[in-house]
DNA sequence: CACCCGGAAGGCTA
DNA sequence: TTAGCCTTCCGGGT
């Protein structure tokens, strides 16, 4: 009953559920391709990109779930009754350097999570921050087992038939959502409901909603020339996810079969931030030729890692993936200019590029010829994809 | 010391 | 079971 538990099937099936129950417009639930972990993931403006007309409600209707998941697994544990801030979790195993994650208050529905920017580099902790109204949650990173309500919904699988009662996890609870909640939620919703737009810059495309920005933006101080020392948790959207067993931090990001998990798109995405929140790790040097630098290259690592679910990332992996992008003419060194890289292809070829067979192939075959009909013969094996990909329905907007 | 490189092996996911 | 995409580790170079 913990959507924090959900397959990607339940996913669906919550909002084909929600969709009846709230009479919403129906959502396209490849836009919500992705397990409850990631689900819980998403800020409010996350679902509204994904759902403008029915992102609020679903939106509003996660939190409630999100927070009786939670109040269920403090009454079942029980464990930190003591005051002030309980040191409840230990996100993964052997952090390295890595920030405090300050879970808020769980009330306030519309602002699922905050997350301080990474830290001394000495903590390895994640702290659950306790309800008010008592202890915090606790949740184990290593056993691997799930806490409170451990009957995953994994055992509902797709045997459940498709009909307009609640998905099974969801049936289990005596009532999870309350419709009038759910609305009530909604019309006090401080902020209205607006449709998230991603300017698109210069000529990248921002990449709309692949990437769960308010997780990573959450993560980070506000930009500044230099890192703050910390004050205190800066407003940030991770919602009170249980340490992935075997998920990732941020997200399955839903909406491009890519997704984030791709590091150049991740590069991208935070180089194209409407906001220029991660100027101080990643930076444009010419943005027209792809040319970057990577300005605080441990940080950036970080935030790899943490979109990876990978929290012993450092720079020297993550660089070692970026190497591996250099065979299939993703990206390459800035020859003698250190952390300066460019991108060889545009984020709207890579997008669409997504066997990277097809660019190893592409590669080997320029290689085996001679050097010069390089970019046209990659360009054509992507071309080639492009148009394949092209018949299934695209949720770019650039 | 920090960055850079690429081989090798292995893990995780779809 | 397999392919893709890293992650991890490493020895060596600048």
């Known amino acids: 009953n913990d959507p924090r538990q959900w397959s990607k099937h339940n996913v669906s099936m919550w909002l084909e559920w929600c969709t009846e129950q709230f009479s919403l417009v129906p959502t396209d639930s490849e836009n919500f391709h992705m397990n409850g972990k990631a689900l819980c993931l998403l800020s409010k403006a996350d679902f509204l990109e994904r759902a403008p007309k029915a992102g609020d409600v679903l939106f509003n209707a996660l939190q409630l779930l999100l927070h009786r998941a939670l109040h269920t697994a403090r009454l079942t544990n029980g464990t930190h009754g003591n005051g002030s801030v309980p040191r409840n979790t230990v996100i993964t195993r052997d952090i390295q350097g890595f920030g405090q994650v300050l879970l808020q208050d769980p009330a306030s529905y519309n602002q699922p999570l905050q997350v301080s920017p990474l830290s001394a580099e000495v903590d390895s902790t994640v702290i659950l921050s306790p309800d008010p109204s008592s202890g915090g949650e606790s949740v184990q ?79 980070l101080p506000p ?29 399955d990001a839903p909406g491009d079969k890519m997704s984030v998990r791709l590091l150049w798109d991740f590069l991208q995405q935070l180089l194209n931030d409407p906001e220029q929140k991660y100027r101080y790790c990643i930076t444009w040097k010419d943005q027209g030729k792809g040319v970057f630098k990577i300005t605080d290259p441990h940080r950036l690592a970080k935030l790899w890692g943490m979109q990876k679910n990978h929290l012993n990332m450092n720079f020297d992996k993550m660089s070692r993936a970026m190497r591996y992008y250099y065979r299939v003419k993703i990206l390459q060194k800035e020859p003698g200019e250190r952390l300066c890289y460019r991108f060889l292809r545009p984020p709207t070829e890579l997008r669409y590029c997504k066997q990277r067979s097809l660019l190893d192939r592409t590669v080997s075959s320029d290689a085996a010829a001679n050097r010069e009909g390089e970019e046209e013969e990659a360009s054509s094996a992507l071309d080639m994809s492009i148009k394949e990909e092209c018949l299934s329905p695209c949720l770019e907007n650039d």
Do not use: C, E, I, Y
């Open 141 to 219: 990173g290593d056993s691997g087992g799930q806490q409170a309500g451990s009957s995953t919904p994994s055992s509902n699988g797709p045997g459940s038939a498709k009909t307009s009662s609640p998905p099974p996890s969801l049936t289990a609870t005596p009532l999870l959502v309350d419709k009038q909640g759910v609305m009530d939620l909604v019309r006090r919703s401080p902020t209205p409901p607006t449709p998230v737009v991603f300017p698109p810059r210069g000529g990248v495309s921002a990449f709309p909603g692949m990437l769960p920005d308010v997780a990573l933006h959450s993560m």
């Open 223 to 251: 930009v500044a020339a230099k890192p703050p020392v910390l004050p205190a948790p800066v407003a940030l959207t991770v919602p009170p996810v249980t340490p992935p067993a075997t998920g990732r931090v941020v997200a």
